[in-house]
């Protein structure tokens, strides 16, 4: 992939993948509640990885 290719599609990334605080469910009980009741928790959710490495072959079929 060319330099301006690369930087364009970080750039794609950065703009589309932005992370936020949002309230979730948890699926059991962090609370130590004996009733079994879970309430919506803060959490950070979206976002994106990216993990460049250099590949000596690529096959594709």
Known sequence: MKDNQFELTLKLIRENSSARDQYVNPPINFHGDPSG?????MA???GATIIILPIEKFYQF
């Open 37 to 41: 009741q879970s309430f919506p928790t």
């Open 44 to 46: 950070r959710v979206g």
